[in-house]
């Protein structure tokens, strides 16, 4: 499949807006601090996320699941660090 320039374009797009996510991604898995992630917003960016990526299957947009793959990996990873690491900062309750 030959890309054309608006494929182009979303690839830099997709690429620029998953290459976001690394930073959050690589402090968290350094710091182990979660304290302040969202647990909501991580759910449902993850569904989101998949969901995007199912659309982009469907439409055969290289782009669409290239980059939603990609972001799926990060913040569904984003989602596990949180998961995982909560339970160990959160005090007992008085």
């Not at 969202?38 to 759910?43: A, E, I, K, N, P």
Request: aromatic share 10%; glycine share 8%; charged share 10%.
């Amino acid at each position: 499949m030959e890309l054309n320039w608006v494929e182009y374009i979303g690839l830099a797009a997709g690429t620029l807006t998953t290459a976001a996510y690394l930073p959050q991604v690589y402090k968290t898995w350094r710091t182990k601090a979660v304290g302040d992630i969202s647990l909501v917003m991580y759910t449902a960016m993850t569904a989101g996320v998949f969901l995007w990526m199912v659309y982009g299957i469907l439409l055969k947009a290289p782009a669409v699941i290239a980059a939603n793959a990609v972001s799926l990996a990060l913040v569904g990873g984003m989602l596990r660090l949180k998961l995982k690491y909560h339970n160990a900062q959160t005090p007992p309750k008085p």
